[in-house]
C-alpha cells in the first residue's frame, strides 16, 4: 500500500451571533509522494529555531562592531596566558639548543685545541652582529631589554605593539643569550607576552584601555612561566607596566598569570619546583641580624644605582666611539667573549652535585649567558662551625659558640660547605664578578644585543650579597648567618633598587625560592635599598632609558603625591565678593582688578553664597545685546556650584573641578544653613602644586 497521512481541515471557531462556536475537526487522508515525509510537529523545531534567534543575534552584534569589552578581555587574557606560557617554555627551549650548538659545544673542547677558545670568544660578537642586524631591519623594538617599550606602548600607543614584535624578539634574544650574551631573559619574555596580548586586543577592536590590560596580562603571563611566580607576575605587571592597582584590570591579569603558570607547570622547565631548589631556612630573622640585613640593604642600593649608570653610560661611550653599529657589534661582542674565557669558570669549593657536573663536561664561563649557574652556588654557600669547641674523650664538641649555626640549611648534594680558611679564596673568586656582570650586560646591550637587565640584578644580588656574607663572617662570626642567606636577601634588595618596584621584589623572590621564613630580611633589605636608589636617581633602570629619550611618562600613582596636600594649604583666603545686586559693569570692574581669578563668588545679604560668576557667563552678557546696567549678578551666576572643605585633599578636588569643568571651586565649611564661604580654591594653584610636588620628588 501507498503511504497516507491525516491533513486537518478545520478547527478555527466561528463568530455567530455574538457567541463563539467550533466547527468539527474534520481530517481527510493525502497520498505522500515518494521521498515525502510527514510534517513535523511545531514543538520539534523551537530548539533550531532558538538556536538559529541566538546565532543571528550574536552576528548582528558583531556585525555593529559591538564587542562585549570587559567579559572578552577577560576570555583574551586566559588565551594570552596560555600563548604566553607556550612561548615562555619555547624560548627556555631555543636558549638552550642555542647554547649547545655554539659557546657550549666550543666550550666543552676548549681542552683540544686554542682554537675552540678563540671559538666561544666569537660567539658572542657574532651573535650580537646578526642580532643587530635583525632588529635593525625588521623592529627596533626589539633591540635592549624590552620592557621600557613596553612601558610607553602602554603609556603613549593606546598599548599598540606590532605583531611582528613577539617573533623578532624570540629570535633575537635566544641567539643573543644562548650565544653568550650577558643578559636575561625575563625581559624578552614579558615584550613577547606583552605583544601577544596587544596583537590579541587590536584582531578583536578592543577599546585602548582592554588593550592595555591585556599587554599587562601578557606580561605578568610572561613572568608567571618564567619564575614559576604567579604572584609575582600580576604584582610586577600592575606595579610596572601598569602602574596602576585598579581593581578591573586585576581579574584578567591573574588570570593570564595562573594560566601561563599551569603551562609552565606541565611544559616548563621548572614543573613544580620553584627556580632555586633545595634551600632551607629554619629562621633568619633573630633581632640581632637585622644590623646586618639593613646594611646590606643600603651597599645594595648603592650598587644598583651603580648599575643604572653604567649601563646607559656605557651606551652613550660606545655610541660615541664606535658610530658604525656592525663595528661596534663586533668589538663589543669580543670584550664580552674575551672577559668570560679569561674569567675562571669554576669557584675554589664547590657541591657535590657541581662535581658530578664537572667530571661530565667543563663549566661554562660564569659571566656569559643568564648566570643562574653562578647564582644557584651563592645560595648554596653554607658556612661550618668555625670555633669548635676542643674534644673531649675523642667525642665531637657538644655545641658550638656560633648560635646561628643551625639556620641555614640546603640539601647536601647542592650544599657548598665553607670552612673560615676557604672563604677568603671564595670571596676573591665572587667580588670581581660583582663588577664584571653589570659591565658586560651594559656592553652586550649597548652592541645591539636583545635581553633583559631583570635577571643581570638577581646575578648581582646575589653575588653581591654573597660576598658581604663572607666578609660578615670573617670579621664578626657570631653575629652572622650564613652567606647564601645573605645572597638571597642581596637579590630582592638590588631587584628593589634597580626596578624601584618593591613589591615585584620581595614576592619574586619569595616565589623563586619557595621559603618564607626569609621574608623579613628580604622586605627590610628591600625597603633600604629602593630608598638608597631612588635618592640617587629618581629613575628606575627602565624609566631611565624614557628620560634619556626625552619622554616623561606619569603614571596613576604619581598623582597620590596630592593626596597629602590639603585644600587649605592651597586656597585663597581674601578674595572680592560680588552682591545679588551688582550689574555686570561692576563685575567687569571688579574682574580686571584682579585678573588672577576665573571666577567671583555671589553673595546674599547674609552672607551665604548664592553661585559663582564664570568668565564665560561674563562674555555672553557683554556679546549680548541687552544693556550690562541692566543685568544682575544674580541673574547670571552659576547656581549651586560644587564645593570642597578645606580639610579634602587636592586629589579630590582635581576630581571636583572635572565634574563641573570649572576654574575655581568655593570652599566651605559647615552644612545646611550653616554653610559658609572661606577660601576659594584655584585649578591653576593646584596644577602649579602638582608641578612643585613632582620637582621636588626628583
Same mark, same amino acid.
Do not use: C
Given at each position: 500500500m501507498g503511504r497516507y497521512t491525516a491533513k486537518r481541515l478545520g478547527a478555527r471557531p466561528v463568530r455567530k451571533g455574538g457567541g463563539s462556536?467550533?466547527?468539527?475537526?474534520?481530517?481527510?487522508?493525502?497520498?505522500?509522494?515518494?521521498?515525502?515525509?510527514? +510534517?513535523?510537529?511545531?514543538?520539534?523545531?523551537?530548539?533550531?529555531?532558538?538556536?538559529?534567534?541566538?546565532?543571528?543575534?550574536?552576528?548582528?552584534?558583531?556585525?555593529?562592531?559591538?564587542? +562585549?569589552?570587559?567579559?572578552?578581555?577577560?576570555?583574551?587574557?586566559?588565551?594570552?596566558g596560555l600563548a604566553a606560557g607556550f612561548a615562555a617554555a619555547f624560548f627556555g627551549h631555543f636558549i638552550h639548543e642555542i647554547t649547545e650548538a655554539t659557546y657550549g659545544a666550543a666550550n666543552s673542547r676548549r681542552g683540544e685545541s686554542f682554537v675552540w677558545t678563540l671559538a666561544v670568544m666569537a660567539c658572542p660578537?657574532?651573535?650580537?652582529?646578526?642580532?643587530?642586524?635583525?632588529?635593525?631591519?625588521?623592529?627596533?623594538?626589539?633591540?635592549?631589554?624590552?620592557?621600557?617599550?613596553?612601558?610607553?606602548?602602554?603609556?603613549?600607543?593606546?598599548?599598540?605593539?606590532?605583531?611582528?614584535?613577539?617573533?623578532?624578539?624570540?629570535?633575537?634574544?635566544?641567539?643573543?643569550?644562548?650565544?653568550?650574551?650577558?643578559?636575561?631573559?625575563?625581559?624578552?619574555?614579558?615584550?613577547?607576552?606583552?605583544?601577544?596580548?596587544?596583537?590579541?586586543?587590536?584582531?578583536?577592536?578592543?577599546?585602548?584601555?582592554?588593550?592595555?590590560?591585556?599587554?599587562?596580562?601578557?606580561?605578568?603571563?610572561?613572568?608567571?612561566?618564567?619564575?614559576?611566580?604567579?604572584?609575582?607576575?600580576?604584582?610586577?605587571?600592575?606595579?610596572?607596566?601598569?602602574?596602576?592597582?585598579?581593581?578591573?584590570?586585576?581579574?584578567?591579569?591573574?588570570?593570564?598569570?595562573?594560566?601561563?603558570?599551569?603551562?609552565?607547570?606541565?611544559?616548563?622547565?621548572?614543573?613544580?619546583?620553584?627556580?632555586?631548589?633545595?634551600?632551607?631556612?629554619?629562621?633568619?630573622?633573630?633581632?640581632?641580624?637585622?644590623?646586618?640585613?639593613?646594611?646590606?640593604?643600603?651597599?645594595?642600593?648603592?650598587?644598583?644605582?651603580?648599575?643604572?649608570?653604567?649601563?646607559?653610560?656605557?651606551?652613550?661611550?660606545?655610541?660615541?666611539?664606535?658610530?658604525?653599529?656592525?663595528?661596534?657589534?663586533?668589538?663589543?661582542?669580543?670584550?664580552?667573549?674575551?672577559?668570560?674565557?679569561?674569567?675562571?669558570?669554576? +669557584?675554589?669549593?664547590?657541591?657535590?652535585?657541581?662535581?658530578?657536573?664537572?667530571?661530565?663536561?667543563?663549566?661554562?664561563?660564569?659571566?656569559?649567558?643568564?648566570?643562574?649557574?653562578?647564582?644557584?652556588?651563592?645560595?648554596?654557600?653554607?658556612?661550618?662551625?668555625?670555633?669548635?669547641?676542643?674534644?673531649?674523650?675523642?667525642?665531637?664538641?657538644?655545641?658550638?659558640?656560633?648560635?646561628?649555626?643551625?639556620?641555614?640549611?640546603?640539601?647536601?648534594?647542592?650544599?657548598?660547605?665553607?670552612? +673560615?680558611?676557604?672563604?677568603?679564596?671564595?670571596?676573591?673568586?665572587?667580588?670581581?664578578?660583582?663588577?664584571?656582570?653589570p659591565l658586560l650586560t651594559s656592553l652586550t646591550l649597548a652592541g645591539g644585543g636583545s635581553g633583559g637587565v631583570f635577571a643581570p640584578s638577581l646575578y648581582l644580588g646575589a653575588t653581591l650579597g654573597a660576598a658581604f656574607g663572607l666578609v660578615a663572617n670573617l670579621a664578626l662570626p657570631e653575629l652572622s648567618n650564613s652567606p647564601g642567606v645573605y645572597a638571597i636577601v642581596g637579590m630582592s634588595a638590588v631587584v628593589a633598587g634597580t626596578t624601584q618596584g618593591v613589591l615585584s621584589a620581595i614576592l619574586i623572590v619569595y616565589e623563586m625560592t619557595d621559603q618564607y621564613a626569609i621574608i623579613l630580611p628580604i622586605m627590610a633589605a628591600a625597603c633600604v635599598s629602593s630608598v638608597i636608589a631612588r635618592m640617587i636617581d629618581q629613575d628606575s633602570i627602565y624609566y631611565k632609558k624614557l628620560t634619556l629619550r626625552g619622554e616623561h611618562i606619569s603614571r596613576g600613582h604619581d598623582l597620590h603625591n596630592l593626596d597629602h596636600v590639603m585644600v587649605r594649604d592651597v586656597m585663597i583666603r581674601r578674595f572680592p565678593k560680588l552682591a545679588p545686586a551688582d550689574n555686570a559693569l561692576e563685575i567687569v570692574r571688579i574682574a580686571r582688578e584682579h585678573p588672577e581669578l576665573e571666577s567671583l563668588p555671589v553673595m546674599s545679604d547674609d552672607g551665604k553664597l548664592i553661585g559663582i560668576i564664570r568668565a564665560e557667563d561674563l562674555h555672553r552678557v557683554l556679546d549680548s545685546d541687552i544693556s550690562p546696567r541692566l543685568v544682575n549678578a544674580e541673574d547670571i551666576a552659576l547656581r549651586t556650584p560644587l564645593s570642597v572643605h578645606p580639610a579634602q585633599n587636592l586629589l579630590e578636588a582635581m576630581r571636583d573641578f572635572g565634574a563641573r569643568d570649572v576654574e575655581t571651586l568655593p570652599v566651605e565649611v559647615g552644612a545646611g544653613e550653616n554653610r559658609r564661604l572661606v577660601g576659594l580654591l584655584l585649578r591653576s594653584d593646584v596644577i602649579r602644586r602638582y608641578r612643585q610636588e613632582m620637582l621636588q620628588r626628583r
Open positions: 462556536r467550533a466547527k468539527p475537526v474534520r481530517y481527510r487522508l493525502v497520498a505522500l509522494s515518494a521521498g515525502s515525509h510527514p +510534517p513535523i510537529h511545531p514543538s520539534a523545531t523551537a530548539v533550531p529555531a532558538l538556536l538559529a534567534r541566538l546565532i543571528a543575534a550574536v552576528s548582528k552584534r558583531f556585525e555593529r562592531g559591538v564587542v +562585549p569589552g570587559s567579559s572578552l578581555t577577560i576570555l583574551l587574557a586566559g588565551l594570552v660578537a657574532l651573535a650580537m652582529l646578526f642580532v643587530a642586524w635583525l632588529t635593525r631591519r625588521f623592529a627596533p623594538e626589539a633591540q635592549g631589554a624590552g620592557i621600557p617599550e613596553v612601558i610607553t606602548a602602554v603609556a603613549r600607543h593606546d598599548g599598540v605593539i606590532r605583531p611582528r614584535i613577539a617573533a623578532v624578539k624570540i629570535v633575537a634574544s635566544g641567539i643573543t643569550i644562548g650565544a653568550g650574551g650577558s643578559v636575561g631573559r625575563e625581559g624578552p619574555i614579558v615584550q613577547i607576552g606583552s605583544a601577544l596580548g596587544s596583537t590579541a586586543g587590536q584582531l578583536f577592536k578592543l577599546s585602548a584601555k582592554n588593550i592595555k590590560v591585556l599587554v599587562a596580562a601578557g606580561a605578568a603571563a610572561g613572568i608567571s612561566a618564567t619564575f614559576n611566580a604567579p604572584l609575582a607576575g600580576v604584582i610586577f605587571a600592575s606595579e610596572i607596566i601598569l602602574g596602576s592597582f585598579a581593581v578591573e584590570s586585576l581579574t584578567p591579569i591573574v588570570l593570564a598569570s595562573v594560566v601561563a603558570d599551569v603551562v609552565q607547570q606541565r611544559f616548563g622547565e621548572h614543573r613544580l619546583d620553584p627556580a632555586f631548589k633545595d634551600l632551607q631556612y629554619e629562621f633568619a630573622g633573630a633581632w640581632v641580624q637585622l644590623p646586618s640585613y639593613l646594611l646590606l640593604g643600603l651597599v645594595a642600593g648603592l650598587a644598583a644605582a651603580a648599575f643604572i649608570k653604567v649601563l646607559y653610560a656605557t651606551d652613550r661611550i660606545a655610541e660615541r666611539l664606535l658610530p658604525r653599529w656592525w663595528i661596534k657589534a663586533l668589538v663589543l661582542g669580543l670584550i664580552v667573549g674575551g672577559v668570560g674565557v679569561l674569567y675562571p669558570a669554576s +669557584p675554589p669549593v664547590v657541591s657535590r652535585s657541581a662535581e658530578r657536573d664537572a667530571a661530565l663536561r667543563p663549566p661554562l664561563p660564569p659571566v656569559m649567558g643568564v648566570g643562574y649557574e653562578v647564582v644557584e652556588h651563592a645560595l648554596h654557600l653554607k658556612r661550618t662551625e668555625s670555633q669548635a669547641v676542643p674534644k673531649q674523650n675523642g667525642e665531637p664538641a657538644p655545641f658550638s659558640l656560633n648560635p646561628f649555626e643551625t639556620l641555614f640549611r640546603t640539601a647536601p648534594e647542592r650544599e657548598v660547605k665553607l670552612a +673560615p680558611e676557604r672563604m677568603l679564596a671564595e670571596l676573591a673568586w665572587l667580588a670581581p664578578l660583582i663588577l664584571l656582570k
